[in-house]
């Protein structure tokens, strides 16, 4: 059984949840974090509820996104500022992380299959267990040359482009 402020802060997330995208943004700027715009994106699920209930918890003490569990999938997620972000379990699979910012993330066991990360920032990033089966990198990424190696040994597709040169 919930107690009281977490049942409170589960039912908030819920209707937050319920929201068009745009009341979404006018919660998240009235709680301090419109720069979390993403969160007007995520379906309503259980792995969501409890990310937004990490949001709700302390939001001024947030400083980095904590999004380990959370489902992401299928979103457009193109320029997205991940610095330091708990992305550990984390599903990202099939969305689009165009030019995001993803300085230090940690991807532990996240699902990545068939994301698109092309132009992403991955200096310091962490990769342990991760699925990335179909995933696309550029070649200058960031990612160190161990790294590479191990996400194309998984099955990560690392694409050439003008950019990279």
Known sequence: MLNPSTQSLHHSAIQFLEQTPQKR???????????????????????????IIRFFQNP??????NLAGADLSNLILDKVNFIRANLSGANLQKSS?????????????????NADLRGATLNETIWLDTLVEGCQFSMKTGLTELQRKDLQLRSAKFNSSVEDN
């Open 60 to 65: 001024s003490q947030l400083k980095f996104p």
């Open 97 to 113: 992380l165009l030019n995001a910012d993803l300085l230090f993330a940690n991807f532990t066991k996240a699902d990545l299959r």
């Open 25 to 51: 943004l006018q919660t998240l700027q009235s709680l301090g974090l419109a720069r979390y715009d993403f969160l007007t994106k995520i379906r309503l699920n259980e792995a969501n509820i409890t990310c």
